[in-house]
């Protein structure tokens, strides 16, 4: 063996070591879930640093409120939160060193991480861009193209609230933006064409969301040539984006804004030191109320896997094993890993999961789940599996965290088995609670279509064929549009 090729091998093994050192000392660090009337919290900070977390995203709530659009839905999904101590365990979980933060909104439950910038510090700041993203999600029906809900959550991340309730929102790191807006390097026209979701493949993060907090901030502070602010039109522009316009035509239309203009009043706004703020007053708590409880590795390895699972599987299905070869009856991680899995081992892990407690609710989803994929597929017969599935959705209706799952699952397999009206009753529920889904708009706008209602099919259709980042959803949507419309010619 070469020299160079022995240092590559010990490179390689003392690397590996390291990872293997590192993984293991994430979840043998101490974490804690701090309980509270609108959160969770789970983290490794120490005691007095994870409390003040706490304290801080609560006054952060309560301030953020009069700036979100919509009022919040009460049938909104409950939100835990993990939060890192170290950015290094963060990118070891999320196999990410792109980005400080993940949302992950869903019907049963949101998922948000978050962790201090790299070089360190921030994590507030982190922590409260994700929170916006849940708060918008619980609130607005209109879906947002991508680079205004970054800029956005960038926006109102840097809001403060002193000890008077005194509340600050509008500061901005004006040597970073300024220098996000100088070419060469990004362009603005790049940022705005964005509509569902960032790729670090394609960008540099960075300065995507360097372009749409100076955008953002700009569109809720500046003024136009006639002193009107743009931000009195900026519900008319979201519209017109929600209903198919692209974002530089809505920017246009809504606020007299070309891009070329645009560009030009960013740099001329921007050039001021003494850009103003926005201050008002809220109401601060004298007390919050909490419980905190500390976990062992068992839960800290699901709780970890649990926020991994979308972003990086590979870690999430490493930490399942682990609890199974110390606990093998443990239900979650059973059904955690058959999401993961797929085909016949997706399918073996549910069984178990059901077979040890057919009582439970996430056991009995997700066996709804597999008969509804199975009979998709094509591996087993619908007209066997179908029944079997309703019958284990309607298991899981009592359940505080599970409802509406299983009212969706129902939903859907009404649709196949011919019966509107029942799809009407259930899909309507999944859409109270998460009504800018664009899955969930599809599957109601055909309930409409079948019932005969084809505005209200044709409104919902819309949604999915103008949102759902995967084209081959926006091409199902738009092919049911075009039936409406065939159907609406005949005779």
């Keep these: ?54 304290a801080h995203l609560d006054r952060f709530r309560s301030a953020a409120g009069a700036l979100l659009p919509g009022e919040p839905r009460a049938a909104g999904p409950p939100l835990k939160l993990v939060a890192f101590e170290r950015p290094r365990d963060f990118a070891t979980v999320f196999n990410s060193r792109h980005v400080a933060g993940f949302t992950r909104p869903s019907l049963d439950q949101s998922l948000l991480a978050s962790a201090p910038d790299p070089g360190g510090g921030h994590l507030n700041r982190n922590v409260f861009h994700e929170y916006i993203h849940y708060l918008l999600r619980s609130r607005a029906a209109l879906n947002l193209p991508i ?118 009043r960013l740099r001329t706004y921007y050039a001021d030191d003494e850009l103003p703020v926005f201050r008002f007053r809220t109401e601060l708590r004298d007390k919050l109320s909490f419980r905190r409880d500390c976990l062992n590795a068992v839960e800290t390895q699901y709780h970890l896997a649990d926020v991994a699972a979308f972003h990086h599987p590979a870690f999430a299905i490493d930490r399942y094993n682990r609890i199974l070869a110390k606990d093998p009856d443990h239900i979650e991680a059973l059904v955690g890993l058959s ?70 699952g129902l939903g859907i397999i009404s649709l196949y088995v011919q019966r509107p009206d029942d799809a009407l009753e259930y899909l309507r529920t999944a859409h109270a609670r998460a009504p800018w889904s664009p899955q969930i708009n599809f599957y109601l706008g055909e309930a409409y279509g079948q019932t005969g209602a084809r505005d209200r099919a044709r409104m919902h259709l819309k949604k999915t064929a103008y949102w759902h980042p995967d084209e081959s959803w926006r091409s199902k949507a738009s092919e049911a549009l075009d039936r409406l419309d065939a159907a609406r010619k005949v005779p």
């Design 1 to 54: 063996m070469t020299l160079v090729r022995h240092m590559r091998v010990v490179a390689a093994i003392a690397g590996l070591a390291t990872a293997t050192c590192v993984g293991a000392a994430i979840e043998d660090r101490d974490w804690c879930i701090t309980y509270t009337d609108h959160f969770e919290v789970v983290s490794d900070l120490p005691r007095e640093e994870a409390l003040d977390l706490v």
């Design 147 to 264: 680079w205004y809900e970054e800029g956005f959550a960038s926006y109102l991340a840097t809001l403060s609230v002193d000890p008077r309730g005194v509340v600050t929102v509008g500061r901005v790191p004006y040597a970073y933006l300024r220098s996000v807006l100088v070419p060469p390097g990004l362009s603005i026209e790049d940022v705005i064409r964005e509509r569902f979701q960032l790729d670090p493949r394609r960008h540099d993060l960075s300065d995507v969301y360097g372009i749409a907090w100076a955008i953002v901030r700009f569109l809720h502070h500046a003024e136009d040539d006639h002193g009107e602010r743009y931000a009195s039109r900026l519900g008319e522009m979201l519209a017109a984006i929600d209903d198919g316009a692209t974002s530089q035509q809505a920017l246009e239309l809504s606020l007299g804004l070309d891009l070329e203009g645009l560009k030009s």
């Design 339 to 408: 999401r993961l899995e797929s085909n016949d081992r997706a399918v073996r892990f549910a069984r178990r999961a059901y077979e040890l407690d057919p009582t439970h609710p996430a056991a009995a989803v997700r066996m709804a789940e597999m008969k509804v994929f199975g009979c998709q597929a094509g591996r087993i017969a619908c007209g066997d599996a179908l029944p079997e599935a309703i019958s284990l959705y309607t298991r899981a209706l009592d359940s505080e965290s599970h409802a509406v799952v299983a009212t969706y």
